[in-house]
């Protein structure tokens, strides 16, 4: 039977990681095509070439960034956790290891994770500068942050039309179920068992005491059109790469075309990352 083709995408800014690629260069070898070894970082383009699967050395931001570079022909990822929290990157190296010949045997199936596509409109006319045209994929999360000057914005959120609401805060986060953990829980949005087919609605700071969470399906297309922004106002994709968001533009967001694939670790829930992790739903009265 032909080999299967691995590809390894790592950040080699982190301490440790180049070194225990090296190490394991021959491990690899023994087991699979090992095609390239890319760099993975927010600002890097390097061209990605095609493989079976991807191991993915560095931590929870790497992965994100790896599952941008492969969003248009997603690649199952291995993520190996080189870094501090590895709440998506579950393997420690040895456990990947240890757990390596059952994934290139089929025996460790990938789960797809719905991702999200962010993309900025704007109109011309008046002193307005010229549209930003941007869009990308993301993994865990679009953000629009009010910036410097630092007042509330206003923006204005609708779904297929049907408007939801009008938003005076700091911001928004619109947060796939994987980020739903990330920013979206930090800033008091709802937690989503990574597979569903849903996406998190979340104001930052509103300046409103009937403003919450939503959730809403997947399957229509969010608009946030910005009534009021200021000059450093942005849109975050993945709190990794961002662009300038102006009076009158428009980012829309809807599910991506195609999913993340990512191998869980075998015998860990998503409750138990979240216990374990986040210490989610354990009493302080039990804590070791």
């Given amino acids: 039977m032909k080999p299967k083709s691995v590809l390894i995408l790592a950040n080699m800014r982190k301490a440790g990681v180049a070194g225990q690629i090296k190490a394991l260069g021959k491990w690899f070898r023994a087991r699979a095509r090992l095609v390239a070894v890319v760099p993975a970082g927010p600002g890097l383009r390097a061209p990605v070439p095609k493989a079976d ?63 999200l596509h962010a993309e900025i409109s704007g109109c011309a006319g008046g002193k307005r500068r010229v549209k930003c045209e941007f869009a990308s994929p993301a993994a865990n999360d679009v953000t629009i942050s009010a910036g410097p000057p630092f007042r509330v914005i206003d923006l204005q959120v609708s779904q297929s039309g049907t408007q939801i609401a009008q938003y005076c805060g700091d911001g928004l986060i619109l947060a796939s179920p994987t980020g739903s953990t990330g920013y979206n829980m930090s800033a008091g949005g709802p937690i989503m068992e990574p597979t569903l087919d849903a996406i998190a609605i979340t104001p930052i700071a509103p300046h409103s005491l009937s403003l919450r969470p939503l959730v809403v399906q997947s399957g229509r297309t969010i608009a946030i059109t910005a009534t009021r922004v200021n000059a450093g106002t942005a849109v975050i994709v993945d709190g990794q790469i961002s662009c300038r968001l102006c009076d009158a533009d428009t980012v829309k967001v809807r599910k991506a075309a195609k999913p993340m694939l990512i191998y869980p670790h075998p015998g860990l829930s998503f409750f138990d990352t979240l216990s374990r992790k986040l210490q989610w739903g354990i009493s302080p009265h039990h804590r070791a």
Wanted: hydrophobic residues 50%; charged residues 20%.
């Fill in 53 to 115: 699967l991807c191991v993915v050395f560095g931590g929870d931001g790497t992965l994100l960034t790896a599952a941008r570079m492969l969003a248009e022909r997603p690649v199952p990822l291995v993520g190996v956790n080189m870094g501090k929290l590895g709440f998506l990157a579950e393997f420690t190296v040895e456990q990947m290891q240890r757990h390596f010949d059952d994934i290139l045997a089929g025996r460790i199936r990938p789960t797809a994770r719905m991702m």
